[in-house]
């Protein structure tokens, strides 16, 4: 795996939802926590889990299963929070479980665009190759629902 | 009005001016073509003269005057920026400095001579530069206290203090240098005790061609000369004693010193109080509120721990470091306090200019200016009330006439009144005029197309008021002048919310209308009461909490279908905090006697049922990020003891 880094890599941090590989653009990535207490916040969506206390800060956290129609699954000891910071919001993520930090060259780069059909999948925007695997990389914006 | 509050505000803002005009013409300095600081100097200087000249300040009209003229000159480049001009500017800077100072001291300008200046702001070709030199010198053989004392201690011990005046041969290069070597040669006799110019200015070549000594040595004036006269490119060397100085130096040190005095006694009167205040970034404030609230949360986990393994000492300790806490809390908290009175001074003004120009007689009386609130809110609560403001006498406020015929007084009257209540600043502005028009609003909104005809038949009177806080809502027939642009009350309540405050109005016709604006006092750390609702801890404020009540379950009446009691004698509702938070209650309502906190939404009073009673906190607000920054009963969050969230009810916007 090991390849030289240029100026048209990106790196992605990839993770699982069940039997399918999600990247996420490093950029956007603060860290990645383990699963802590949340309190739930009244009069939020269902995928709003609540907020939590990350190191004296209090981050929302979403489902992202739930978020992406997908089935919900008990926590266990590889489920992670992923903390976001994009655009002034800082949000958790909370995925099966953490992979790798993947560098991607742009020409494994796809838009997604034209390939899905069903409206669950607007929250991708690309489609990551990498070793004859697909990785569906997160829009955040659409994910979050925000910025409209 | 009193005119030593514009002398405050004058010698503060003064003061920021004259730092521009230093850091712009040293900017200029280095690059004479920089227009846009000419451009700044200009404005600092115009606007200080403008300023002093409302005051009656003289000599400061009459420098930046001049300032400006030479200034104007540059501009349409008829004057070229020399190192001579700006040094004169930087001493009329000085000169500025100096009579502003005077002003902050004295309250009034003190008569220096200013002529030589002027006149060399009006010709500052042809001035000589000799002039200056000859001053500096005189000014520079003042000594100070610790100068004198090492020349009395010398001259008791059979020194003798020599004045020497060195002159280089105009053509020396190494000035510098030269200068260095008539140092060294000096220090053979003796102690250098001073130097004219300054020794940094002699070593960066900042003189003509003469400097000065005063030298502490033993009396040898022959063989000093000599010594320093063989120094090569030394024009001339002149040395005298100076010890006749002496005691005039040290009767001036004595006359400045019982001047401070003085000045010290007159510091005690009331009226001419010297400003002692520093002006601090806000965001190293913000930085230390956020400090002190990180300790605060320390603080509290650390109770916690310590309250699980009971150590008398260590108890005895926390007790001290909650104080200790507490107290730098409170400190933090009052510098970033400042009287709501810096707002409110604009105020009289902006009423007499609308008075005159909608052609009424407006009254404006302004209760608790000195009302203390934190300086976020200061900055943002301007605008807001100056539009309620213009509203109440545009709206508000009948033409003489009219109040007339309706047996008013011709004069209206409007309040502005502030006042604390628990944590909230209250901001009321009243008016004494024709009161709100249910009706008109409603039709109003009606034609605008914000509500339709069938709703509007429904809806109640605070609904109606809700309208006017619409966007796009005015209720002026014609849009004037002064209000009624559409971007009205609106804003107002948008603003006021951002800061987490909360606006209402009451109004009576033809009786007048009264806006009540609800800011909280401190923005991150407040006690609250702790209680829980389902296993889930919330925070309630203190300043909202009225009492807590147990009262049995038959003494709930349900009245049209919601639930009230009866508090002191009247009826409040009901609400079960449970369902206005959406979470399922796991004990049903099997308990014949129920806990509840009454809480005061300013005058109105309600019962919050709630689960178990936790206790009372002080609590850190934190914010709960800008995606869930629109969840309303949520005004915030905590974190406790143990590391969990806690979430801030905003009693609000609570039922």
């Known amino acids: 795996m090991e390849r030289k880094v240029s100026a048209n890599d990106k790196q992605f941090i990839s993770f699982t939802l069940g039997q399918e590989n999600f990247g996420l653009d490093v950029m956007m990535i603060e860290s990645v926590e383990r699963m802590s207490s949340i309190t739930p916040v009244p009069k939020t969506p269902n995928y709003v889990l609540g907020v939590t206390n990350i190191r004296g800060d209090i981050i929302p956290i979403i489902n992202l299963r739930k978020r992406l129609g997908m089935d919900d699954k008990e926590y266990d000891d590889d489920t992670r929070i992923i903390i976001c910071n994009f655009d002034d919001y800082r949000i958790g993520l909370v995925v099966d479980l953490v992979k790798d930090v993947i560098t991607i060259s742009e020409e494994n780069i796809q838009s997604s665009e034209g390939i899905f059909q069903d409206r669950k999948n607007d929250f991708i925007s690309k489609i990551i190759e990498l070793d004859g695997n697909y990785i569906l990389a997160l829009d955040l914006e659409k994910t979050l629902d925000i910025g409209e | ?655």
């Open chain 2, 1 to 655: 009005m009193d005119n030593n509050r514009y002398m405050d505000l004058f010698a503060e803002e003064s003061k920021e001016h004259i730092q521009v005009l230093n850091d712009n013409l040293l900017e200029l300095e280095v690059d004479t073509n920089n227009l846009e600081a000419v451009n700044e100097i200009f404005r600092a200087a115009h606007t200080l003269k403008g300023m002093a000249g409302t005051l009656g300040l003289h000599l400061i009209t009459d420098i930046t005057h001049n300032m400006e003229n030479i200034l104007d000159d540059i501009r349409n480049q008829k004057k070229e920026v020399t190192s001579q001009l700006i040094d004169i500017l930087l001493e009329c800077t000085d000169t500025l400095d100096a009579l502003v100072q005077d002003v902050i001291e004295f309250g009034r300008e003190r008569d220096r001579d200013v002529t030589d200046l002027l006149s060399k702001l009006k010709d500052p070709i042809t001035s000589p530069i000799d002039a200056t030199t000859k001053q500096e010198f005189e000014k520079g053989m003042e000594l100070d206290e610790y100068q004198l004392s090492v020349i009395t201690a010398g001259m008791e011990q059979g020194l003798t203090p020599y004045w020497i005046e060195v002159r280089l041969q105009p053509t020396c290069l190494l000035k510098a240098a030269r200068a260095y070597m008539v140092f060294q040669a000096s220090e053979i006799f003796g102690e250098i005790i001073k130097s004219v110019p300054h020794v940094q200015d002699i070593e960066e070549e900042k003189f003509e061609d003469t400097f000065y000594l005063l030298l502490l040595a033993k009396d040898d004036q022959a063989n000093i000369q000599s010594r320093l006269e063989s120094i090569s490119e030394i024009d001339s060397v002149k040395i005298k004693k100076a010890e006749y100085n002496l005691e005039k130096s040290f009767k001036k040190i004595e006359d400045k010193n019982t001047k401070i005095e003085d000045k010290q006694q007159k510091n005690n009167g009331p009226s001419h109080r010297q400003a002692r205040s520093i002006r601090v970034d806000i965001e190293r404030l913000d930085l230390l509120m956020n400090l002190v609230s990180e300790l605060i949360i320390i603080k509290n986990t650390m109770e916690d721990l310590s309250s699980n393994n009971a150590d008398s000492g260590m108890t005895e300790n926390m007790e001290y470091l909650s104080r200790v806490a507490n107290e730098l809390h409170d400190a933090v908290m009052k510098v970033r306090m400042v009287p709501i009175e810096m707002v409110f001074n604009r105020f009289p003004r902006v009423v007499r200019d609308l008075a005159k120009n909608t052609h009424k007689r407006i009254k404006l009386n302004i209760v608790g200016a000195d009302t203390e609130v934190d300086r976020t809110i200061i900055d943002e609560i301007g605008d807001p009330l100056i539009h309620l403001l213009r509203n109440a006498i545009d709206h508000g406020i009948e033409l003489p006439e009219e109040r007339i015929k309706t047996g008013k007084d011709p004069e209206g009257t409007v309040d502005l009144i502030a006042y604390h209540d628990g944590n909230n600043v209250v901001i009321e502005v009243k008016d004494d005029g024709r009161g709100i028009n249910y009706q008109s609003i409603v039709d109003s909104a009606i034609s605008k197309g914000l509500i339709t005809e069938d709703k509007a038949s429904q809806l109640g009177e605070k609904d109606i008021i809700d309208l006017m806080f619409q966007p796009g809502f005015s209720t002026a027939e014609s849009v004037s002048d002064i209000s009624g642009r559409g971007v009205g009350m609106d804003v107002v309540k948008t603003k006021i919310e951002a800061m987490g405050g909360l606006i209402e109005v009451e109004t009576e016709l033809g009786k007048g209308t009264r806006f009540i604006v609800r800011l909280p006092l401190t923005l991150s750390i407040i006690q609250a009461l702790l209680v829980e609702v389902s296993n889930e801890i919330f925070a309630i404020p203190l300043s909202s909490v009225q009492e807590i009540i147990d009262i049995s379950l038959s003494d709930v009446k349900v009245l049209r279908g919601e639930e009230v009691i009866t508090y002191r004698g009247a009826l409040i509702p009901l609400v079960r905090l449970e369902r206005e938070l959406e979470i399922e209650s796991d004990k049903g309502s099997k308990d014949e006697v129920i806990t509840l906190v009454v809480i005061k939404k300013g005058e109105k009073l309600s019962a919050l049922t709630i689960g178990d009673l936790i206790g009372q906190q002080e609590i850190v607000i934190k914010s709960l990020g800008k995606y869930l920054s629109n969840i309303k009963i949520i005004s915030g969050a905590t974190i406790l003891g143990d590391g969990r969230v806690a979430l801030i009810l905003d009693i609000n916007r609570l039922a």
